[in-house]
C-alpha cells in the first residue's frame, strides 16, 4: 500500500474565484495556467454550460512545496465554525512582543484585502499567541 504524497484542502463557498484570488494573495499563491486551448480561465469558464460556470477555481503554491487549494460553489451558506481550518504561519520562531507585532502587521494586510480579525489568543504558558480571523466569506482562519 503506497503513502499519499499530495493532498488538496478544499473549501465549500459562494464566490469560488473570489475566494481563491483572496487565498492568492494571502498565502503568495497563483492561479496556475487555464486548460490547454483556452488563453483564459474566462474564456474556459465560459465554454461551460451555464449551470458550471464559475462553479470552482483553485490556486497552487507556485514553489510546488505547498498543497493546491481547491474553490467550489455550494448553495448552502457557512452557518457554523469550521470543523477544519488554516494556520497561516507568520511568526514561527518569534515569542512575545515581537511575535505579537508580526502576527498585527500581517492582520493589518489581511484586513486591507477583505479579512476580519476576530480575536487575539495571548499566549498562556502552553501555547504562543494567535490571531483568529475571518477571509471574505467567514471562513475561520489563524494567524499562527
Not at 68 to 74: A, E, G, I, M, P
Request: aromatic share 10%.
Amino acid at each position: 500500500m503506497s503513502s499519499v504524497k499530495q493532498f488538496q484542502v478544499t473549501f465549500d463557498c459562494a464566490e469560488p474565484e473570489r475566494v481563491a484570488r483572496f487565498w492568492c494573495e494571502v498565502l503568495g499563491y497563483v492561479v496556475p495556467p487555464p486548460p490547454k486551448g483556452y488563453a483564459t480561465w474566462g474564456d474556459f469558464d465560459h465554454s461551460l454550460p451555464s449551470e458550471d460556470q464559475g462553479r470552482w477555481f483553485a490556486c497552487i503554491d507556485p514553489s510546488g512545496v505547498g498543497p493546491r487549494l481547491f474553490f467550489q460553489r455550494v448553495p448552502e451558506s457557512k452557518a457554523a465554525k469550521n470543523r477544519l481550518h488554516l494556520d497561516v504561519r507568520v511568526g514561527t520562531g518569534l515569542t512575545g512582543d515581537e511575535r505579537l507585532a508580526a502576527l498585527e502587521a500581517e492582520c493589518a494586510r489581511l484586513i486591507a484585502l477583505g479579512a476580519v480579525r476576530v480575536r487575539l489568543l495571548r499566549a498562556d504558558g502552553d501555547n504562543e499567541s494567535c490571531l483568529v480571523m475571518q477571509d471574505i466569506e467567514g471562513n475561520e482562519f489563524c494567524l499562527d
